[in-house]
C-alpha cells in the first residue's frame, strides 16, 4: 500500500477501525485500498451501520461479509441498494484476484515503532470465517499487515450468541484478545458454561470442533457428553447412543435395522431435552471432516430424521443451525451426496414451531421420504407456492387447500352434521395426508376426512394466517364488518387470498339450508376454525379464555359479512 495507488482522489472513503489495535485507517469504497493518512481531496463518508467488509473463506472459498459496527458476519452479500460494500479481502493475502483487484496490504503507521527482526505472535485474517470464528495464533519473524492481523469476534452468530447467553464480557473467560479463541453456533465443541457446577471458575471453555482433530468424526465414543460433560444421567446413555449413530452411518457393524436404530434414537431424544442436544451434537461431530460418502449421506439423513422428531434446545438448535446452514449451498456438495439438500430440510424442521411427531417406525421413514419430498402439512405459504409454482404455476393459493376445499364439498359436507367438528378416522387421515404429500388428490368418501385435514393444515402453518402482528387487531375488529374486512384485506398475499377462501367454504356451509342438516351455523363454524386461524401468543388462561371468545367474534363477522368474491378467481 503506498502513495502510487491512490491516484483517485475523487473517490469515496470511509475510516474503519483495525480490530486488534483499534488504529484507524481510511479504505477507498471502490478498490478497498487502505491508508493510513486520508488522501487529498478525497470524500470521506460518515461511518454507519450499513458499510460491510467483503473478506474471503479459504476454507471453503467463499467471499463472506462483515459489519464493524454491528460485528455481524454473514455469507450472503448484502443488498447493495443503500450499502458500501468495502473489498478488504485482499488485505487477508492468498485470496484469488477478482477483476480490477491487486494484491496490496497495509504498511505499519509511521508511528508503531516495531521491529522487523522480532517474532511476533500473529493471527491473519485467512484464519477466520464465518464457519468458525476462530483466531488462529502462530509466529510470524515479520510483523504483517494490521489490518490482517485480527478480526476479533467476526462470528456469524454473535449477536445470536449474546441474547441466549448474556453479555460477551460476562460470558467469556479474559484472556487476552489475541488468544483467546471464539467458536460460533457452528462449531460443536465441549462446552462448559457459567452455571456448570462442576468449574471451579464457573466460566465458560469453549473448544471449536475445528481446532482438534479428535473432535471430528471419530471410531470412539467421547469420554464426556458433548452437551453437558457434567450431566450423570447422559454420562450413562453416551456410549450407547453413539453405537446407535455409528451403526446407522454404517461405521460400525451391527445386526439392527436401520429404521430401528433411528427409532431408539428419536425415543430418547424425544422423551428428553437433554438427549436431544446429545444426539444431534453427536452426529455433528460424526459429520465433520467424514471423507466417507455413504457415512456423510447417512449422517445427514439421520440428523435430519431426529430433528424432524424431536426437538433439541434453543442452544444447540442454534448450532445445529448454524451448522447446516453452512452446507445449505448446492455448490458446495461433496461428489455423490445431496448435502445441500438435506440440509435445507434440516434448517426448515429446526424453524417448525409446532409439535413433533410421535416416533414410530412409520414417522421415521415418513421424516426420511420427506427429506427429499417436503410434505404440504408445515410448510409456510411461500415455500407451497414455490414448491406448486412448476405444477401449477396459475394458482395463487395452495394446490392443498384448494384440493381439500374441493374435497370437503364433493364428499357431501354440506350435508354432513358436525361438519368441521366430528373426528375423523385416523387411519383414514394418515392415508389422504400421504397422499396429499406426493400430490395425489386422495379417494375421500368421508367429508369429515377433508375436513379435519384442512383444519390440521391451517393449524400446522408455521404462522398462522392472522400473524401475531394483526393479532390484536383481529380482536378488536370484533363483531364490526367494516374494520373485519379491512384486517383480512391488510393481510399479505397469498395469506389474504387463503383466508378468503376459506371464509367463502364456510359461508357456503353457513347457508340455511345447509344449516338444517349439519347443525353448524356460523357461531359453530367460528367457533371449530378460529384456533385454526389465529393464535394467543399468551400463556394465561384467563387471557386464553377471554381472547378465544373475541377470536371466534372476529372470524363469524368474516363469515357473515366478508365479501370473498374476489378469491374465486383462483
Not at 491512490?6 to 485507517?25: C, F, G, K, L, T
Not at 459429520?287 to 457415512?295: D, G, K, M, Q, Y
Not at 395426508?433 to 375436513?451: E, F, I, M, T
Request: aromatic share 6%.
Amino acid at each position: 500500500m503506498n502513495g502510487s495507488t491512490y491516484h483517485d482522489n475523487d473517490a469515496e472513503w470511509v475510516e474503519i477501525v483495525e480490530p486488534q489495535s483499534q488504529q484507524r485507517m481510511y479504505a477507498n469504497l471502490e478498490t478497498g485500498d487502505c491508508s493510513w493518512d486520508l488522501p487529498e481531496r478525497a470524500r470521506l463518508r460518515p461511518t454507519n451501520d450499513r458499510q460491510w467488509w467483503e473478506l474471503f473463506d479459504g476454507r471453503t472459498s467463499r467471499y463472506y461479509y462483515y459489519n464493524a459496527k454491528t460485528k455481524a458476519t454473514v455469507w450472503k452479500k448484502p443488498p447493495v441498494a443503500d450499502t458500501d460494500i468495502i473489498p478488504l479481502a485482499k488485505l487477508q493475502g492468498g485470496v484469488p484476484s477478482r477483476e480490477c483487484e491487486t494484491q496490496t496490504s497495509a504498511l505499519p503507521p509511521p508511528s508503531s515503532g516495531r521491529s522487523t527482526r522480532e517474532p511476533q505472535r500473529t493471527a491473519y485474517a485467512q484464519d477466520i470465517s464465518p464457519e468458525t470464528g476462530i483466531v488462529t495464533v502462530r509466529s510470524s519473524p515479520i510483523p504483517t499487515d494490521p489490518m490482517s492481523a485480527s478480526f476479533k469476534a467476526m462470528s456469524l452468530d454473535r449477536r445470536l450468541e449474546q441474547s441466549m447467553l448474556g453479555d460477551a464480557h460476562d460470558f467469556f473467560p479474559s484472556h487476552s484478545p489475541i488468544e483467546q479463541s471464539y467458536d460460533t453456533p457452528s462449531t460443536i465443541s465441549r462446552n462448559r458454561f457459567p452455571n456448570d457446577s462442576c468449574s471451579p471458575t464457573r466460566s465458560v471453555e469453549r473448544r471449536s470442533l475445528e481446532d482438534e482433530g479428535a473432535e471430528g468424526w471419530s471410531k470412539d465414543a467421547p469420554k464426556l457428553p458433548l452437551s453437558d460433560p457434567c450431566s450423570k444421567t447422559l454420562k450413562k446413555e453416551v456410549g450407547t447412543l453413539f453405537k446407535h449413530i455409528q451403526s446407522y452411518m454404517g461405521d460400525r457393524k451391527t445386526k439392527n435395522n436401520p429404521d430401528q436404530l433411528a427409532l431408539s434414537i428419536c425415543e430418547g431424544a424425544a422423551a428428553r431435552v437433554e438427549t436431544a442436544d446429545e444426539a444431534c451434537l453427536l452426529i455433528v461431530r460424526q459429520l465433520t471432516r467424514n471423507e466417507r460418502v455413504e457415512s456423510l449421506r447417512k449422517g445427514w439423513e439421520l440428523l435430519a430424521i431426529v430433528v424432524a422428531l424431536s426437538q433439541p434446545s434453543k442452544r444447540v438448535a442454534s448450532q445445529v443451525h448454524s451448522f447446516a446452514e453452512r452446507y445449505a449451498d448446492k455448490s458446495l456438495d461433496p461428489p455423490g451426496v445431496p448435502v445441500s439438500s438435506i440440509a435445507s430440510q434440516v434448517l426448515r424442521k429446526l424453524n417448525k414451531t409446532t409439535a413433533r411427531p410421535r416416533p414410530s417406525l412409520a414417522s421415521v421413514h415418513e421424516a426420511r421420504v420427506h427429506i427429499f419430498h417436503p410434505p404440504q402439512f408445515g410448510a409456510t405459504l411461500d415455500e407451497l407456492m414455490i414448491m406448486q409454482k412448476g405444477r401449477y404455476p396459475h394458482l395463487r393459493i395452495p394446490w392443498i387447500e384448494s384440493t381439500l376445499i374441493d374435497l370437503v364439498l364433493n364428499a357431501g359436507g354440506s350435508s354432513l352434521e358436525g361438519i368441521f367438528r366430528v373426528a375423523a378416522d385416523p387411519e383414514q387421515i394418515a392415508t389422504a395426508k400421504a397422499r396429499l404429500d406426493q400430490w395425489l388428490v386422495p379417494a375421500v368418501s368421508d367429508a369429515h376426512v377433508a375436513a379435519c385435514l384442512l383444519k390440521a393444515w391451517l393449524r400446522e402453518l408455521p404462522e398462522p394466517l392472522i400473524p401475531p402482528s394483526m393479532y390484536q387487531r383481529a380482536l378488536d375488529a370484533g363483531e364490526n364488518a367494516q374494520e373485519a374486512a379491512h384486517c383480512a384485506a391488510l393481510l399479505s398475499t397469498p395469506s389474504s387470498l387463503v383466508l378468503a377462501r376459506l371464509i367463502r367454504l364456510l359461508q357456503t356451509l353457513a347457508k340455511e339450508e345447509c344449516v338444517a342438516l349439519t347443525k353448524m351455523d356460523a357461531s359453530n363454524l367460528a367457533m371449530v376454525v378460529a384456533p385454526n386461524v389465529l393464535r394467543c401468543q399468551s400463556d394465561d388462561p384467563a387471557v386464553l379464555m377471554q381472547n378465544t371468545r373475541r377470536e371466534m367474534s372476529f372470524i363469524r363477522t368474516l363469515i357473515i359479512h366478508y365479501d370473498t368474491t374476489f378469491s374465486l378467481e383462483t
